[in-house]
């Protein structure tokens, strides 16, 4: 029976990216129109891919992969909250926003589909990578160009199970976060305002099974939210710097981030419980690879070795389980 069945998804595979995003016609018009961008990509785009690693779970209230083939977004942008729809069809990219967030999400939007990201720069060194890139030649990096909505819920992963960080997420963005505007299907909610996180009380966290490290890591961060949104307009590795100025933030946590608010294709994330094995198994058949081994696997993709690892991670190819997985576990019903 070994091998017939792949291995459930970690959360460093499901890191890969990959959200299924059907291909199908929507069957009715959105309700009530909104703002609209057209696009026109200049090569291949995967919607899945690209905004796949936003999502926070299957049950993120801020992300929706609907059967029309769209993909809808509610975020907190600089001039308030917003809600993107985007879909692709017959070549073209359409987006359509709604609320006070709208404009500012149809200006970004190139960004967010990877405008900003050359794929064409990337030279595979291993086959496995070059396979992965032939299979998913649409895979882009998105620039959110936010901070804090990626920061937020990469704290709540730290050294905690997958289910544990989203179901944190859900509860504390469904119970203190706002209604999305516009037509959203279902229940989707834009996350709190960083005032809004500093006055959730303790026993909220606790509730949601977070524990007191994590909480005050996220409280010490939406102090200085405005200082740490103007990280967007650095580089990469400079933004990485500031946020790591947030006693609990480290260097997994800032490369998390500015993989996402930055596109950054380098920020390649170490002091990982996973990554380090599977990409030693993946490239050298080393399944016991640290950070050190895993850095230097990817030394020749330098300057995008966080594109190598999604490559990686997209393969499929994963080291046998051999240990029992982390007991998840839950302070709130302490």
Known sequence: MAGRFAPRPTRTTVRGGDVAVPAGVSRQAVAAAGRVRVLVPDGPLDLGLVLGPLRRGPGDPT??????????????????????????????????????????????????????????????????VALARHRRPGLRLTRTGLVLESLIPSILEQKVTTDEAYRAWRLLVRKFGEPAPGPVPGRMCVMPAPRTWALIPSWEWHRAGVDNKRASTILRAVRVAARLE?????????????????????????????????GAADAVTV??????????????????????????????????????????????????????????GDIGRL
């Not at 990485?240 to 997994?252: F, T």
């Not at 058949?285 to 990686?312: C, I, K, S, T």
């Open 271 to 328: 002091g990982d419980l996973h990554l380090p094995g599977i990409v030693g198994w993946a490239l050298a058949g080393n399944r016991d690879a640290d950070d050190a081994v895993m850095l230097e696997l990817l030394e020749p993709y330098a300057g995008q070795r966080h594109r190598a690892a999604r490559f990686v991670l997209l393969s499929g190819k994963v080291p046998p389980r051999r240990a029992p997985r982390m007991p998840r």
């Open 63 to 128: 992300f929706r992969a609907m059967p029309d083939g769209s993909v809808w977004r509610a975020s907190r942008t600089p001039v308030g909250p917003g809600t993107l729809r985007v879909s692709v069809r017959g070549g073209e990219v359409r987006g359509e926003a709604w609320g006070p967030g709208a404009e500012w999400l149809l200006e970004q939007l190139p960004d967010l589909l990877g405008a900003s990201d050359d794929p064409s720069v990337f030279a595979p060194r291993h086959r496995i």
């Open 230 to 262: 103007e990280a967007v307009g650095m580089e990469a590795r400079a933004a990485q710097a500031r946020l790591e100025v947030v006693p609990g933030v480290g260097p997994w946590t800032s490369a998390e981030t500015v993989q996402r608010s930055h």
